[in-house]
């Protein structure tokens, strides 16, 4: 096992995956910005290293400083979190040249599945169902019409390095087809580095279900079940949950062994998640996939009892996966809601500021994973999630009663927050009955059906 890590990330995700360092007894050392010296995951780390100025690309981008500081402090392993560096095969390259165990699959996988036409094309082969789109990048107007007419309207447009819920664009006819293509060939280059795009049918009401998997380097393979992902502002992820109240044990198992097979074909190592869609005849498609821990991988840890962030680090360290198939259990239900310090009714508009009062809750099945505290700043610079609240229960009906009572009694004083809008969510009828989509938000949540 490591002796040393050094946590590439901020927030929430740093503060988790220094507690599972901590668990592991391994030294941990925390890296951050000029805007971040206060910050709990410095406080909680054994050593921290400034890396730059508050903006993203200063500091938690910055590959050369955040090389150095592993160095100069003897890591001998880098954890990336989510976001920021986390699918940068540039990133991991690096590392493998300076002899750090980058905690994360190698830089050609990130790569391969980073681009996602080359991702849609490498798991068609492979025999999962992928959703029908352009075979390949899509060069101009005319073949994009081309590909448009034989899927038939509306299609998506989408970045092949997109992620984030960025540059995504739904085309309802032909003529909107040029400008549009233009719009987001300059939106994904500025976003990504590269204005190659592609195209996929447009789903009309699917929901976002996703498969997390793990791998070891001895090429076992397996999936911890799926999460519904489907309570999305703009393709971003507000609430989450396991079970989906969608998947029958037997879809369970159709789409655990697809999510396995697309982890072999590339020969995957380390956790990730396969993302598929979920159409209303229960067929499903993959989407995309994503190389790295991801935001909402708490709900399936209360399940199924898997620590996956302390899985990375011993499947990093070479250890082999000691879990089998056949013996997780998936348990109970949990729901997870992503409390943003932002303006729910004013189209989540951020709204960053200093903490003045914090009281997170607490009980039997409560989990509250955060980077904030009493006293810390909500920076413009950075994402505006400032907790992820998970509650797990028996039954679904018990997860969300026990979710109602956690927020009503969370105190967050001196920024707006999330917090009275997910508890609209959870209160509305279709919520509870189960019948979400990924159209939920700007369906459901109307004044004429909240009532
Ligand atoms: P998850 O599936 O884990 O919820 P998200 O798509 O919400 O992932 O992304 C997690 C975080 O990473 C968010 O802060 C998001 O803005 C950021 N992120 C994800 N992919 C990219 C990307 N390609 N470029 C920039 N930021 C990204
Ligand atoms: P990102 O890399 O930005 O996360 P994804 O390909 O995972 O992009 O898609 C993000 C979200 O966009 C999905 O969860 C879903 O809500 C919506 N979406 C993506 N592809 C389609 C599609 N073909 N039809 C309908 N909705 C889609
Ligand atoms: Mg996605």
Same mark, same amino acid.
């Given at each position: 096992? =490591?002796?040393?890590?050094?946590?590439?990330?901020?927030?929430?995700?740093?503060?988790?995956?220094?507690?599972?360092?901590?668990?592991?007894?391994?030294?941990?050392?925390?890296?951050?910005?000029?805007?971040?010296?206060?910050?709990?995951?410095?406080?909680?780390?054994?050593?921290?290293?400034?890396?730059?100025?508050?903006?993203?690309?200063?500091? %938690?981008?910055?590959?050369?400083?955040?090389?150095?500081?592993?160095?100069?402090?003897?890591?001998?392993?880098?954890?990336?979190?989510?976001?920021?560096?986390?699918?940068?095969?540039?990133?991991?390259?690096?590392?493998?040249?300076? /002899?750090?165990?980058?905690?994360?699959?190698?830089?050609?996988?990130?790569?391969?599945?980073?681009? /996602?036409?080359?991702?849609?094309?490498?798991?068609?082969?492979?025999?999962?169902?992928?959703?029908?789109?352009?075979?390949?990048?899509?060069?101009?107007?005319?073949?994009?019409?081309?590909?448009?007419?034989?899927?038939?309207?509306?299609?998506?447009?989408?970045?092949?390095?997109?992620?984030?819920?960025?540059?995504?664009?739904?085309?309802?006819?032909?003529?909107?087809?040029?400008?549009?293509?233009?719009?987001?060939?300059?939106?994904?280059?500025?976003? =990504?580095?590269?204005?190659?795009?592609?195209?996929?049918?447009?789903?009309?009401?699917?929901?976002?279900?996703?498969?997390?998997?793990?791998?070891?380097?001895?090429?076992?393979?397996?999936?911890?079940?799926?999460?519904?992902?489907?309570?999305?502002?703009?393709?971003?992820?507000?609430?989450?949950?396991?079970?989906?109240?969608?998947?029958?044990?037997?879809?369970?198992?159709?789409?655990?062994?697809?999510?396995?097979?697309?982890?072999?074909?590339?020969?995957?190592?380390?956790?990730?998640?396969?993302? =598929?869609?979920?159409?209303?005849?229960?067929?499903?498609?993959?989407?995309?996939?994503?190389?790295?821990?991801?935001?909402?991988?708490?709900?399936?840890?209360?399940?199924?009892?898997?620590?996956?962030?302390?899985?990375?680090?011993?499947?990093?360290?070479?250890?082999?996966?000691?879990?089998?198939?056949?013996?997780?259990?998936?348990?109970?239900?949990?729901?997870?809601?992503?409390?943003?310090?932002?303006?729910?009714?004013?189209?989540?508009?951020?709204?960053?500021?200093?903490?003045?009062?914090?009281?997170?809750?607490?009980?039997?099945?409560? +989990?509250?994973?955060?980077?904030?505290?009493?006293?810390?700043?909500?920076?413009?610079?950075?994402?505006?999630?400032?907790? /992820?609240?998970?509650?797990?229960?028996?039954?679904?009906?018990?997860?969300?009663?026990?979710?109602?009572?956690?927020?009503?009694?969370?105190?967050?004083?001196?920024?707006?927050?999330?917090?009275? %809008?997910?508890?609209?969510?959870?209160?509305?009828?279709? =919520?509870?009955?189960?019948?979400?989509?990924?159209?939920?938000?700007?369906? +459901?949540?109307?004044?004429?059906?909240?009532?």
């Amino acid at each position: 096992m =490591f002796e040393k890590l050094l946590v590439a990330n901020r927030g929430e995700i740093a503060c988790r995956i220094l507690q599972a360092c901590r668990e592991l007894k391994i030294q941990t050392v925390a890296v951050y910005s000029e805007a971040d010296a206060d910050a709990l995951h410095v406080q909680l780390a054994d050593e921290a290293v400034c890396i730059g100025p508050p903006p993203n690309k200063d500091s %938690y981008l910055n590959v050369a400083n955040i090389i150095s500081a592993a160095v100069i402090t003897g890591a001998e392993a880098i954890h990336p979190g989510y976001g920021n560096l986390s699918e940068s095969a540039t990133f991991a390259e690096a590392c493998e040249k300076c /002899k750090i165990t980058f905690v994360g699959p190698p830089a050609h996988i990130i790569a391969r599945m980073g681009d /996602k036409v080359e991702a849609r094309r490498t798991l068609r082969e492979a025999g999962v169902p992928v959703v029908p789109g352009s075979s390949d990048v899509v060069r101009d107007v005319r073949e994009a019409r081309e590909v448009a007419g034989e899927l038939g309207y509306p299609v998506m447009i989408k970045a092949a390095l997109g992620g984030g819920g960025t540059g995504i664009r739904i085309i309802h006819n032909a003529e909107q087809m040029g400008p549009s293509l233009d719009a987001a060939r300059a939106e994904a280059r500025a976003a =990504f580095g590269s204005g190659d795009i592609y195209l996929e049918k447009y789903l009309p009401e699917p929901r976002h279900i996703e498969v997390q998997v793990l791998a070891d380097n001895e090429g076992n393979v397996i999936h911890l079940g799926e999460r519904d992902c489907s309570i999305q502002y703009r393709h971003q992820k507000l609430l989450e949950e396991t079970p989906s109240p969608a998947v029958s044990s037997s879809l369970r198992r159709r789409l655990g062994e697809a999510a396995v097979k697309a982890a072999q074909a590339v020969d995957y190592r380390n956790a990730g998640t396969v993302e =598929f869609l979920l159409d209303q005849r229960g067929k499903f498609y993959f989407i995309e996939m994503n190389t790295r821990i991801q935001v909402e991988h708490p709900v399936t840890e209360m399940l199924t009892g898997v620590d996956i962030v302390r899985e990375q680090i011993r499947i990093a360290a070479g250890e082999h996966l000691d879990l089998e198939q056949g013996k997780i259990w998936f348990n109970g239900h949990a729901i997870e809601c992503r409390i943003l310090a932002a303006d729910g009714d004013r189209g989540f508009a951020p709204s960053p500021g200093r903490v003045t009062r914090w009281e997170a809750p607490a009980g039997p099945g409560i +989990r509250v994973d955060t980077g904030v505290g009493p006293g810390s700043t909500i920076s413009v610079y950075y994402d505006p999630m400032i907790a /992820k609240v998970i509650c797990w229960e028996q039954t679904r009906s018990g997860a969300i009663a026990r979710m109602e009572a956690a927020l009503r009694g969370m105190v967050v004083e001196g920024v707006r927050t999330t917090i009275p %809008y997910h508890l609209r969510i959870l209160g509305n009828a279709y =919520f509870r009955r189960g019948e979400v989509d990924t159209h939920f938000l700007e369906r +459901r949540m109307t004044p004429a059906e909240e009532g």
